[in-house]
T-cell receptor, first 110, second 114 residues
Framework: GQNIDQPTEMTATEGAIVQINCTYQTSGFNGLFWYQQHAGEAPTFLSYNVLDGLEEKGRFSSFLSRSKGYSYLLLKELQMKDSASYLCAVSPNRDDKIIFGKGTRLHILP | EPEVTQTPSHQVTQMGQEVILRCVPISNHLYFYWYRQILGQKVEFLVSFYNNEISEKSEIFDDQFSVERPDGSNFTLKIRSTKLEDSAMYFC????????????FGPGTRLTVT
């Protein structure tokens, strides 16, 4: 089976740093994605990891450990507009679908 | 910046009716997908399409569903006889290559079945 786990909700303060964790168990692995989704909108791509380690892109970084089936998304210098759901997703094989977790709803407090 | 477009943005239909949801993927992309998201739930894969044929489909994608690329630009999802539980946001996505990297999502069509 395919299973992706992430916390349901998190709260952080504007200007702070937050780490959203994700663990996965899938039949195969061809990469892990993080998407951002504002309420009522489409998911937008944030990051992709296929090798172990940290990928940094501006205020956002994503880490992957394939042996542990673990990833995290790190958001720095939080802004109010970062209030959204963050979706961890895995591509289990080379060709096709992305399997999404249920998402972590991040609330930013002023 | 190129983007995936979808029409209509909102479709209301009666149970048992057929609906067609339309998507225009990014022009140089070769791989096309449909996902759905029931309100408050996770995004679920429906089907992937490449080289004018389905490459993978989920358990959700039963005989009531079909996809088509009728011309060089459009990609459609048809639901033959809608059920109440088909009410969801339907997202089209496209990607340039097979590695699954960076699927670009359209804005979605909200389907309401009454």
């Amino acid at each position: 089976g395919q299973n992706i786990d992430q916390p349901t909700e998190m709260t952080a303060t504007e200007g702070a740093i937050v780490q959203i964790n994700c663990t996965y168990q899938t039949s195969g692995f061809n990469g892990l994605f993080w998407y951002q989704q504002h309420a009522g909108e489409a998911p937008t791509f944030l990051s992709y990891n296929v090798l172990d380690g940290l990928e940094e892109k501006g205020r956002f970084s994503s880490f992957l450990s394939r042996s542990k089936g673990y990833s995290y998304l790190l958001l720095k210098e939080l802004q109010m507009k970062d209030s959204a759901s963050y979706l961890c997703a895995v591509s289990p094989n080379r060709d096709d679908k992305i399997i999404f977790g249920k998402g972590t709803r991040l609330h930013i407090l002023p | 910046e190129p983007e995936v477009t979808q029409t209509p943005s909102h479709q209301v239909t009666q149970m048992g009716q057929e609906v067609i949801l339309r998507c225009v993927p990014i022009s140089n992309h070769l791989y096309f997908y449909w996902y759905r998201q029931i309100l408050g739930q996770k995004v679920e894969f429906l089907v992937s399409f490449y080289n004018n044929e389905i490459s993978e489909k989920s358990e959700i994608f039963d005989d009531q569903f079909s996809v088509e690329r009728p011309d060089g630009s459009n990609f459609t999802l048809k639901i033959r006889s809608t059920k109440l539980e088909d009410s969801a946001m339907y997202f089209c996505a496209s990607s340039e290559n097979t590695s699954g990297r960076e699927q670009y999502f359209g804005p979605g069509t909200r389907l309401t079945v009454t």
